[in-house]
């Protein structure tokens, strides 16, 4: 079973953590709201949705909640963005709450968890990341390459013996001449694949099926 970290334990948040630790999942939710968290932590469910208050008594040992980032993002293999998009003016989502989240995310973050969050259609970070991953992928497709293309070290050392590297980008995205010139492939890089088929970066563990 995996360790799940999750940003938000408001109504989205608290039952998708809920509904993860039901299914046998580690899950620790994180809020900003110091007076939601004590709440949560005394066993009150601030929210209604039949059945929760049974579900998150019911797994108290695999679910809890905190206020400090380190502590979500330490050990989890999945970190999921449950944080409020109000509306703005123009009825736009307003992704300022997802911004902070990615914001606060430490540097020094252990392992390379699978960051979730949801599709905003018709925004800019939606037209922004499809854009991206089509071009990566045509990008491959006609280089002959697997797609993902990231970054390039040189062969080629300083005085110190280091290697030499420098920013790297498919061309059409990368803000620099000449990137047709070079190539490297990054595997890591197929991570972008993650909106098109997330069941070949292991997310498909997480669902398994409910006992009767």
């Given at each position: ?18 509904c993860?630790a039901?299914?046998?999942?580690d ?8 007076e ?18 049974d579900v ?10 905190t ?7 330490d050990?989890?293999e999945?970190?999921?963005v ?8 123009s ?7 997802v ?11 252990p392992g ?16 922004t ?10 990008y ?11 970054e ?20 059409g995205?990368?803000?620099k001449?000449?990137l ?13 694949a993650?909106?098109?088929?997330p ?6 563990k ?7």
């Open positions: 079973m995996a360790r799940i970290g999750i940003f938000g334990a408001g109504y989205v948040g608290l039952v998708t953590g809920a993860f039901e299914l046998g999942h899950v620790i939710l994180r809020d900003v709201v110091p939601r968290v004590e709440r949560l932590r005394a066993g009150e469910v601030p929210i209604y949705e039949p059945g929760l208050e998150v008594a019911r797994n108290r040992e695999r679910i809890s909640f206020l400090d980032v380190h502590e979500a993002v050990g989890a999945f970190l999921y449950a944080v409020g998009t109000p509306p703005t003016y009825g736009d989502a307003d992704l300022s709450y911004w902070s989240v990615v914001d606060e995310l430490p540097e020094d973050m390379r968890p699978l960051l979730v969050m949801k599709s905003y259609p018709e925004t800019l970070l939606d037209q990341c499809r854009m991206v991953v089509k071009r990566q992928m045509r491959g497709s006609d280089r002959g390459v697997p797609w993902g293309i990231s390039s070290a040189y062969n080629l050392v300083d005085r110190y013996d280091n290697y030499q590297y420098k920013a790297f980008g498919v061309p995205l990368g803000l001449r000449g047709g010139d070079e190539l490297v492939v990054s595997p890591y890089a197929t991570a972008l993650a909106m098109l088929d069941t070949r970066l292991g997310s498909a997480l669902v398994v099926p409910l006992p009767p």
